[in-house]
């Protein structure tokens, strides 16, 4: 098989395309998905193509079309819900967190929601304060569900079917900077796992962490330090809930020096999760402190200058990096 | 043309169904002041002829989706007494294994898809399990109750619009007993006729008094009817009252005690029972027997949680990812 | 007769305050009669009682406050005579005397509960001095977890090491460098580079092989072995080679052990933390003799896949960087096992003590000619003493014995080795 050429986008669409016309009660709901061709154009001429029972234009109503999502699902469907970006999710948490967290646990396991939530995530756009968050974090705090940051186009393409066939609710977060990211999808992949951390870039000298959007910075903040006799070794998170802690660990053995790099905020993000985590489970492997790499504590601001600044980059990466490895 | 076939068993069985539910209520508000029953407890004397009379135009593939003052709803749907009594005992037992306790009872088998403790947060729900039914070709309707507060809720009007919007069946039951915990409706509600809000959104609806158990299933077997025919949502506001108060510690500075009296002369098993008597169509001997059956049904039902067994701590991670779904 | 108590209203609530009895003793109740007033917290509720009967005795006055499930009335059922006014009951501790029946006047005084005595905390103490072990001086030394362990586990002293890691914190690098200067030390003394003397050295051997004693249970095993077939293969192999590359006993001795271990890997790892761990590998530490004394063993990476004359020349190389100080630090912590060997000049028999946390020890003693059975008569061979000092956590005898047999039956094969 000849690889192929395609963008994250076209992976996302293709995987909802084919979820679609496989399965019966797999559909897809959320805003602008049908006649807008969707908000980043993932799911353009998916209206045409499968009609309007299976691609759900909703009004605009968060909270109504995510329970509505969860209620079909208890009735067995499989639906896909929407939600335009994570920035638009809060108006759902409270179903999110009360409903489909919660009621698997709390009937005594007799209803299920096999519900798959999409949602754009992150920052770099200069959609300022209100358009730019990192909620994956936080939504991995929850208890009851998981929660996926697909950053290669593999992952793109088939973390949705994993999702759909869970039986619990799963949130899928896909960076906005990734959508036109086009390389060659790796035609001997054809399923993936939704538990596992897969290391992208071997190397000994240190270990990065992260996750979605983070990771090609990441990967050219190793690159960086090549130049500079410092191979690192770069983890892709996949699943930050759960999280694959076993693989970091293990890398970290032969490291023994870790960076996170994490697109939220600093204070209580998935990145001190990560680091104590590793404190708890490879402290006498450390040769140095944990360091992280995360967004300013700042609304996202609007200039780009100042965007640029308050987010991760490839060099605040390798600085960071460096400044564990000591004055060698 | 709906009508509600008042044959003597019939009438037996909607004065039985509220009798077992006030006896029920009656129970859990003794076992709470015991400390059998802990966390919050709300409970629905006084309108049970809502959810007996609407129960009676529901079928077995029909869905329920109640708040957390659902014991009506959850007895009048089938669930035993047994099973929700050891649920608020928080045994093993129980309708949820004892996780739920009285503001969550699940039954897969009778389709009822809780008890919610968030106001209005089981209308999307509703609207979903609709929705899920349609696409499956299920013929059935999913029945949502909700107090007159959700109505103050975003998510009362976005899953109103949404329903109707997509024509789905759900039967939106709203039991307006003119408090929302201590608000009364007045200083609640810029429009305090709660219909009308439905019509704001196309949903034919009707205003029913919530204390006439024969009206409330007269109204319901229309709405029913209505939605299984395909016109879509159907909206039900049925005035009724509540006896106690909002939950158990709840002073009610918000009500005149007065006003408490007044309901209770024309409560729904009062009126009904009264009407049956002035009509000779209920037997002194009838009634006592109802009586017994229901507090034997209500001891053993004591009896079954008090011998329950609690949920081994070791299982406290379980359910908490499914395995499957359940078939 | 049965209690009528103060109900719980709510999962907050405590205690309440009796306002007021509805009923009066000697009034008859149905179930559901309203029969006092309390107030909470929230305000004051409307109680009743859920049995019928009479209300025999009133416990609790108006105004006072008790907790939930006190007693505040006793109910006899129906028809019962009132019972004999009983002797006054032990009041319990902190509660009102028992008052006879009050006229219908003020309420008796409360006396007010009593309150717990105020708690003072302690006076503010200055924080004790707790003397960081490794400290000299009262400094505490910056280091990495991973280094900490490994210093403990080479018994080096940490107040003397510098470290280059991040705001000079001692890093994994700085130990294992200090460890290869400590046992590459010239015997003169003078500290190269990281400042340290050559006495540290003979300490740390001393706590290495105390600490084996002590905690090690050994047992010995020994074994005789005829080399004539091996050491007249050794003779016919190294014709052919230039002096540098000929090939040594110790070639064949290493190489035997290493094969040998993989029908016993029992004895080829480590003892941790109560139980064995198998080595990934076999690694076969050479112990080597310094001169002006002192010890090292370090690690012939996968000993068993080597042909003898790589081990020949990675025996070669290791001396002379052992010597000079050129040992890497994985060659230090790698050894699976170690192996001894007195060389020509040692004694007949050497029997080791195993380096923790390896679980043995083989050695080879000097090899002499004694005399021989051979098929009956007796002959004259070149024997070697071959010894196995084993940790009896991780193998026993038996298997011990397995490992000398078989070193025996592959050093009768040299061809094969």
Not at chain 1, 90 to 103: C, E, P, S, V
Not at chain 1, 114 to 131: D, E, F, K
Not at chain 1, 162 to 188: K, Q, R, S, W
Not at chain 2, 73 to 81: D, K, S, T, V
Request: hydrophobic residues 45%; negative net charge; contains cysteine.
């Amino acid at each position: 098989m000849t690889p192929v050429r395609i963008t994250y986008r076209e992976c996302c669409r293709q995987a909802i395309r084919e979820a679609i016309l496989t399965d019966p009660r797999v559909f897809l709901m959320g805003e602008d998905v049908g006649r807008y061709g969707g908000c980043y154009a993932v799911t353009k001429g998916l209206l045409e193509e499968l009609g309007e029972d299976r691609i759900r234009d909703t009004p605009l109503s968060e909270s109504a079309f995510v329970g509505a999502g969860i209620g079909a699902a208890m009735a067995g469907m499989r639906p896909i819900v929407e939600i335009m970006t994570c920035n638009f999710s809060l108006l759902a948490l409270d179903q999110i967190l009360n409903n489909a967290a919660t009621i698997p646990h709390m009937s005594g396991g007799q209803f299920a929601v096999p519900l798959v939530i999409r949602m754009a995530t992150g920052a770099g756009r200069q959609l300022a304060a209100q358009h730019s968050h990192s909620l994956e974090g936080w939504y991995a705090h929850i208890p009851g569900i998981k929660v996926l940051a697909p950053a290669t186009l593999e992952d793109a393409r088939h973390m949705l079917k994993a999702a759909l066939a869970d039986p619990n609710p799963v949130l899928i977060f896909e960076h906005m900077v990734l959508y036109n990211m086009e390389g060659e999808l790796d035609p001997t992949i054809e399923a993936v796992d939704i538990a596992s951390a897969k290391v992208r870039r071997r190397g000994q000298d240190i270990t990065l962490v992260t996750y979605g959007g983070s990771l090609f910075k990441t990967l050219d903040a190793a690159a960086a330090l090549a130049q500079d006799g410092i191979e690192a070794e770069v983890i892709d998170l996949r699943s930050l809930r759960p999280l694959d802690v076993a693989t970091v660990v293990a890398s970290v053995a032969k490291t023994r020096r870790v960076v996170i790099v994490d697109e939220g905020w600093k204070s209580g993000s998935i990145s001190a999760e990560i680091g104590m985590r590793i404190v708890e489970e490879a402290f006498f492997e450390l040769d140095a402190p944990i360091g992280r790499v995360c967004s300013a504590e700042v609304p996202m601001p609007y200039a780009a200058h100042l965007e640029q600044a308050a987010l991760p980059q490839p060099a605040t990466i390798a600085a960071a990096a460096r400044s564990l490895v000591g004055p060698a | 043309m709906t009508k509600v076939h008042l044959d003597h068993a019939h009438n037996l069985h909607l004065l039985k169904e509220m009798i077992r539910i006030r006896r029920f209520e009656e129970k859990c508000f003794e076992l709470y002041q015991a400390q059998k029953i802990r966390g919050f407890l709300h409970l629905y004397d006084g309108e049970e002829a809502v959810s007996v009379g609407i129960m009676q135009a529901l079928a077995p593939q029909d869905a329920v989706v109640a708040t957390y003052r659902e014991h009506g709803q959850a007895i009048a749907r089938g669930i035993p007494m047994t099973a929700l009594m050891a649920e608020m005992y928080g045994r093993r037992e129980g309708c949820c294994r004892g996780r739920g306790g009285s503001m969550h009872i699940f039954d897969r088998e009778r389709r009822f898809y809780g008890g919610n403790a968030i106001v209005g947060g089981g209308l999307p729900l509703a609207v979903g399990v609709a929705l899920g039914d349609r696409m499956q070709e299920r013929g059935s309707l999913t029945a949502c109750f909700f107090g007159e507060g959700a109505v103050d809720e975003g998510e009362f009007h976005e899953s109103l619009n949404l329903a109707n919007l997509w024509r789905l069946p759900v039967l939106f039951a709203c039991e307006n007993n003119l408090y929302a915990m201590g608000m009364r409706l007045e200083r609640a509600e810029a429009e305090p006729d709660i219909h009308k809000k439905a019509e704001c959104y196309r949903i034919p609806s009707e205003v029913v008094d919530g204390m006439d158990v024969v009206a409330v299933e007269a109204a319901a077997r229309r709405a029913v009817d209505s939605i299984r025919a395909g016109n879509g949502p159907y909206f039900l506001e049925c005035r009724t009252y509540r006896f106690r108060a909002h939950s158990m510690f709840d002073a009610q500075l918000y009500r005149p005690k007065d006003e408490i009296e007044e309901w209770k002369r024309k409560g729904p098993i009062v009126r009904f029972q009264g009407w049956l008597s002035e009509n000779a169509l209920l037997h002194a001997d009838e009634l006592e027997r109802i009586e017994v059956e229901v507090a034997a049904e209500v001891d053993a039902a004591v009896a079954f949680a008090e011998s329950g067994t609690p949920e081994p701590v070791e299982e406290l991670e379980r359910f908490v990812l499914m395995d499957a779904v359940p078939a | 007769m049965s209690a009528f108590v103060m109900p719980s209203l709510g999962a907050d609530m405590e205690a309440g305050t009796l306002v007021e009895w509805l009923k009066r003793p000697g009034d008859r109740v149905e179930r559901g009669d309203v029969v006092a007033v309390v107030d909470t917290q929230k305000g004051a509720i409307e109680i009743e009682i859920f049995e019928a009967g009479v209300l025999d005795r009133i416990l609790v006055q108006p105004g006072e406050k008790v907790p939930v499930g006190t007693a505040m009335a006793t109910l006899r059922s129906n028809g019962a005579a009132q019972e004999p006014e009983p002797a006054p009951p032990q009041p319990p501790p902190e509660a009102p005397p028992e008052p006879e029946r009050p006229p219908p006047e003020p309420p008796p005084e409360v006396p007010p509960p009593e309150v717990p005595p105020e708690i003072t905390p302690p006076p503010e103490q200055p924080p004790v001095e707790v003397p960081e072990p490794e400290a000299k001086g009262g400094v505490r030394v910056r280091i990495s977890p991973a280094a900490r362990r490994r210093a403990a586990a080479l018994s080096l002293d940490l107040a003397r090491l510098r470290g280059t890691g991040p705001e000079g914190a001692v890093t994994l690098a700085d130990i294992e460098a200090a460890a290869v200067a400590r046992v590459s030390a010239p015997p003169s003394g003078r500290a190269p580079g990281v400042g340290f003397d050559p006495a540290a050295m003979r300490r740390a051997i001393a706590a290495a092989m105390a600490r084996s004693k002590r905690e090690i249970p050994h047992y010995y095993l020994t074994q005789t072995v005829d080399l004539r077939r091996a050491l007249t293969w050794l003779e016919a192999a190294n014709r052919d080679r230039p002096p540098t590359e000929r090939l040594l006993p110790a070639a064949l001795f290493v190489k035997a052990t290493a094969r040998a271990l993989r029908k016993v890997p029992e004895l080829n790892g480590f003892w941790e933390k109560d139980a064995f761990r198998p080595g990934a590998g076999i690694h076969i530490g050479w112990a080597i003799a310094l001169r002006g004394g002192g010890l090292i063993a370090p690690a012939i990476h996968d000993a068993d896949r080597k042909s003898l004359a790589e081990l020949m020349a990675a025996l070669r190389d290791l001396v002379q960087r052992a010597r000079t100080g050129g040992l890497k630090s994985s060659e230090l912590t790698d050894p699976t096992i170690t192996v001894t060997s007195l060389g020509e000049r040692g004694a007949e028999t050497v029997i080791g003590i195993i380096y923790p946390p390896q679980v043995a020890i083989v050695g080879f003693g000097r090899i002499v000619e004694h005399p021989w059975a051979v098929d009956g008569a007796l002959a004259v061979r070149p024997v070697v003493s071959l010894s196995l000092a084993a940790d009896h956590r991780a193998s026993d005898g038996h298997r011990g014995g397995l490992l000398l047999a078989e070193i025996e039956r592959l050093l009768q094969k040299p061809e094969a080795l």
